[in-house]
């Protein structure tokens, strides 16, 4: 049951589809936009920031260290993990 929020995300992912994956992201040259590309489109498309609101992105970025982990990939630093965030939930949707 505590999967739910998650799989019910993954699916909202898929149904946009297009709309918020691989956008162009705003802001590309600031230190966030470049980490989020950086550490995030290894493994998965990137989405536009303006597809969650904020305090989904803070349950996706938790969630994402996880998985990089089980990938065997370092997870976000605390520096990188905030710089990340400020800008995900900057350009967020209201």
Do not use: N
């Not at 990137?46 to 370092?74: F, T």
């Amino acid at each position: 049951m505590r999967w739910l929020p998650a799989k019910a995300l993954a699916v909202a992912l898929f149904v946009v589809g297009g709309v918020g994956c691989d956008a162009r992201l705003p802001e590309p040259e600031t230190r966030g936009a470049v980490l989020y590309q950086q550490r995030c489109s290894g493994c998965h498309r990137l989405y536009a920031p303006s597809l969650l609101k904020p305090e989904m992105w803070r349950v996706m970025v938790d969630r994402m260290q996880g998985e990089l982990v089980r990938r065997g990939l370092p997870p976000l630093d605390a520096k990188e993990r905030e710089t990340v965030l400020a800008y995900l939930e900057k350009h967020g949707s209201p």
